[in-house]
């Protein structure tokens, strides 16, 4: 696969000159070439799905900060191939929780286009997700024991992520402290894991192990506050799916657990089942976009992103550690 796939694939909102995916675009052409394979099936329609699903594109956030913060934290050339691997397993579970996410959302739009869910219905999807998450396995097969045991947790506090949120849909008691629960059990799990892996497979100590760690729950915990902002602020050609998607789907949101504090009206809305829809959910997007909610969810993202920067602070001076950051960096000018 060309490098210029691999960097055209991570980091979009960057300028060119800083795009902090050009020093690991050898490293991520390599991730891009065998998750190509690994998406292969003897089953036609299990291949058809996986490669929809993944060929669509995405940032390849995850593997781009994986492959960073190994070299950051000066991981050699000689065992490239194991963070490689590392990020394509990660990527794997990453892309079998989407598909099984719009199963479970009913979603119907994803990356821009008709989510797998929509055009392959719910049986097919869920047996490629479930494809997927063994062929994250097979990968991660190569490691010892205590790395394979870092992926698997972070499934677990996937499933476990995702059931909490079920269970505070259209909940307006959901706080703020539920809210990061969530959050960092279904979306940092797999950058704390991914930082974990990479500065483990670079030999580095076991403090920089954990402030590896550490940095990547910031890094996750900020990227899907801004995600939720997203979500509500748009546009559907931006964020590739439905304005208010998780408002609809009765979703505790950064921006409606924020805003069900403040609004007595916003809160009976969100509360209510079977009126999400038409004039009331058009209510509620516009309370939502209220400036000081808003405001409030930013600073918080701020918050995270200030953590994952002094982290990274840490590290000896190097390309690739200015790389990494700028990819932090890169998650509040996510915003619009």
């Given at each position: 696969?060309?490098?210029?796939?691999?960097?055209?694939?991570?980091?979009?909102?960057?300028?060119?000159?800083?795009?902090?995916?050009?020093?690991?675009?050898?490293?991520?052409?390599?991730?891009?070439?065998?998750?190509?394979?690994?998406?292969?099936?003897?089953?036609?329609?299990?291949?058809?799905?996986?490669?929809?699903?993944?060929?669509?594109?995405?940032?390849?956030?995850?593997?781009?900060?994986?492959?960073?913060?190994?070299?950051?934290?000066?991981?050699?050339?000689?065992?490239?191939?194991?963070?490689?691997?590392?990020?394509?397993?990660?990527?794997?579970?990453?892309?079998?929780?989407?598909?099984?996410?719009?199963?479970?959302?009913?979603?119907?739009?994803?990356?821009?286009?008709?989510?797998?869910?929509?055009?392959?219905?719910?049986?097919?999807?869920?047996?490629?997700?479930?494809?997927?998450?063994?062929?994250?396995?097979?990968?991660?097969?190569?490691?010892?024991?205590?790395?394979?045991?870092?992926?698997?947790?972070?499934?677990?506090?996937?499933?476990?992520?995702?059931?909490?949120?079920?269970?505070?849909?259209?909940?307006?008691?959901?706080?703020?402290?539920?809210?990061?629960?969530?959050?960092?059990?279904?979306?940092?799990?797999?950058?704390?894991?991914?930082?974990?892996?990479?500065?483990?497979?670079?030999r580095v100590s076991a403090r920089?192990?954990?402030?590896?760690?550490?940095?990547?729950?910031?890094?996750?915990?900020?990227?899907?506050?801004?995600?939720?902002?997203?979500?509500?602020l748009g546009p559907e050609e931006?964020?590739?799916?439905?304005?208010?998607?998780?408002?609809?789907?009765?979703?505790?949101?950064?921006?409606?657990?924020?805003?069900?504090?403040?609004s007595p009206e916003l809160r009976?809305?969100?509360?209510?089942?079977?009126?999400?829809?038409?004039?009331?959910?058009?209510?509620?997007?516009?309370?939502?976009?209220?400036?000081?909610?808003?405001?409030?969810?930013?600073?918080?993202?701020?918050?995270?992103?200030?953590?994952?920067?002094?982290?990274?602070?840490?590290?000896?001076?190097?390309?690739?550690?200015?790389?990494?950051?700028?990819?932090?960096?890169?998650?509040?000018?996510?915003?619009?």
């Open positions: 696969m060309k490098r210029a796939k691999a960097t055209q694939l991570a980091a979009a909102s960057t300028p060119e000159t800083l795009n902090p995916a050009r020093l690991v675009e050898a490293d991520l052409a390599a991730v891009e070439a065998k998750l190509a394979r690994l998406l292969d099936s003897k089953e036609p329609i299990i291949a058809e799905i996986c490669h929809y699903l993944v060929d669509a594109g995405g940032k390849r956030l995850r593997p781009t900060f994986i492959m960073l913060v190994y070299r950051a934290c000066g991981g050699p050339d000689a065992r490239v191939d194991e963070p490689i691997d590392a990020a394509i397993a990660l990527e794997l579970i990453h892309s079998a929780t989407l598909l099984h996410d719009d199963i479970i959302d009913r979603g119907l739009l994803r990356r821009g286009k008709p989510s797998a869910f929509a055009r392959y219905g719910f049986g097919p999807s869920l047996i490629a997700g479930d494809y997927l998450f063994c062929r994250a396995f097979e990968v991660s097969g190569r490691f010892e024991e205590r790395l394979v045991r870092t992926a698997a947790q972070a499934c677990i506090q996937l499933t476990e992520g995702e059931v909490m949120e079920s269970r505070f849909r259209h909940n307006a008691a959901a706080s703020l402290a539920d809210y990061i629960n969530v959050i960092d059990r279904k979306t940092a799990s797999l950058f704390y894991a991914g930082g974990k892996l990479a500065a483990e497979l670079a920089t192990i954990d402030a590896m760690a550490k940095l990547g729950t910031a890094m996750g915990l900020a990227f899907q506050m801004v995600d939720d902002l997203l979500d509500i931006k964020i590739g799916k439905p304005v208010g998607s998780d408002l609809r789907a009765g979703i505790p949101s950064l921006p409606v657990v924020l805003g069900v504090e403040r009976a809305l969100f509360q209510n089942r079977t009126q999400m829809e038409g004039v009331a959910f058009e209510r509620a997007l516009d309370l939502l976009r209220d400036p000081e909610i808003i405001g409030a969810a930013r600073r918080l993202a701020a918050e995270q992103i200030a953590i994952a920067r002094a982290i990274v602070g840490q590290l000896e001076p190097s390309p690739y550690r200015d790389s990494l950051a700028t990819l932090i960096d890169d998650q509040t000018s996510r915003e619009v």
